[in-house]
């Protein structure tokens, strides 16, 4: 089993809908929870980070934890066609670990 | 305003050539690590160096080595390449454990013939 499972897409929605993207992880003493967004042949680059259960809003950018079900989502409203990129969910259960799913690939049509 | 620097951004070798790929960050981390990227497989980790003068196995370290040269530089060295290394290599450096201020170079595209 994977560490960190990303639903694998490629998901496409139209310009002004929510994009909605789920990741699993499979250990439970993990604490910090993340999603970079990575376009294509850029670097990784952070753009939410989540450490306790609940929602947690930045701008168009809403991350969702729960610990319990060890599910984490992202939610991307009023999506927008510069949000098309590859985005990597991340966990770290120690120091120097960060464990990093395999990516969905988000399209927003025009 | 460098960031993390990584040196070359491609490269092509054949099967049995060494190398050794650079990373450079002026940010004053003391944590640096090499990620390899492939298509669905995410990142996974190779190295990393939590201070100058350490170096540890990440989860995919057979056929590479590091060194820590200074707080600045962290390389990565391929002995005797081979297909299966082909891949995006990242270096990445933060603060031990602070993953909210990690930053990332920009990649080398390695391939193997």
């Known amino acids: 089993q994977k560490e960190v499972e990303q639903n694998s897409g490629p998901l496409s929605v139209p310009e002004g809908a929510i994009a909605s993207l789920n990741c699993t992880y499979s250990?439970?003493?993990?604490?910090?929870f993340f999603w970079y967004r990575q376009y294509s042949g850029k670097s990784p680059e952070l753009i939410m980070s989540?450490?306790?259960?609940g929602d947690k809003e930045d701008g168009r950018f809403t991350a969702q934890l729960n610990k319990a079900s060890q599910y984490v989502s992202l939610l991307i409203r009023d999506s927008q066609p510069s949000d098309s990129a590859t985005y990597l969910c991340?966990?770290?259960?120690?120091?120097?670990?960060?464990?990093f799913g395999a990516g969905t690939t988000v399209t927003v049509r025009a | 305003n460098a960031g993390v620097t990584q040196t070359p951004k491609f490269q092509v070798l054949k099967t049995g050539q060494s190398m050794t790929l650079q990373c450079a960050q002026d940010?004053?981390?003391?944590?640096m690590y090499w990620y390899r990227q492939d298509p669905g497989m995410g990142l996974r980790l190779i190295y990393y160096?939590?201070?100058?003068?350490?170096?540890d196995k990440g989860e995919v370290p057979n056929g590479y080595n590091v060194s820590r040269l200074n707080k600045r530089e962290f390389s990565l060295r391929l002995e005797s390449a081979a297909p299966s290394q082909t891949s995006v290599y990242f270096c990445?450096?933060?603060?031990?454990?602070?993953?909210?201020?990690?930053?990332f170079g920009q990649g080398t595209r390695l391939t193997v013939v």
């Open positions: 990445a450096s933060s603060e031990l454990g602070r993953w909210t201020e990690a930053f």
């Open positions: 250990d439970r003493v993990s604490q910090s």
């Open positions: 989540i450490y306790s259960n």
């Open positions: 991340a966990v770290n259960s120690n120091d120097y670990k960060l464990s």
């Open positions: 940010m004053n981390h003391n944590s």
């Open positions: 160096s939590a201070s100058e003068g350490t170096t």
